[in-house]
């Protein structure tokens, strides 16, 4: 089992950037495929960007490929989402997901993923 706490959300003028973190607990981190999801209000919650095990594979969303980048760092347990050229239409609550692969996590309903809490992230127009 894997514990993933979110942070780096905020207020931003559309056009800004923002760096969202995904720290995970645990030493099995590198084992996990990793993404992001993301709710708007009165929205399903829907996939952003994933990456696999190594780093070396990404997927997005089509509405973010060019503006968000999806890394990650095994030695620190963490992944990052870069966020650059926001767009109001991108205010939500970013959820991270820890799953068996990539595959998994693009699969409807994420199957069997972990989740942290979300965090906030609010543009302006």
């Known amino acids: 089992q894997v514990q993933l706490v979110e942070s780096g959300g905020g207020l931003v003028q559309a056009g800004g950037s923002l760096r969202l973190s995904c720290a995970a607990s645990g030493r099995t981190f590198s084992r996990y495929a990793m993404a992001w999801f993301r709710q708007a209000p009165g929205k399903e919650r829907g996939f952003v960007a994933c990456i696999n095990c190594t780093g070396g594979t990404t997927y997005y969303a089509d509405s973010v490929k060019g503006r968000f980048n999806m890394s990650r760092d095994n030695a620190k347990n963490t992944v990052y989402l870069q966020m650059n050229s926001l767009e109001p239409e991108d205010t939500a609550v970013y959820y991270c997901?820890?799953?068996?692969?990539?595959?998994?996590?693009?699969?409807?309903?994420?199957?069997?993923?972990?989740w942290g809490q979300g965090t906030q992230v609010t543009v302006s127009s």
């Open positions: 997901a820890a799953g068996a692969s990539t595959y998994d996590l693009r699969s409807p309903g994420s199957r069997g993923a972990y």
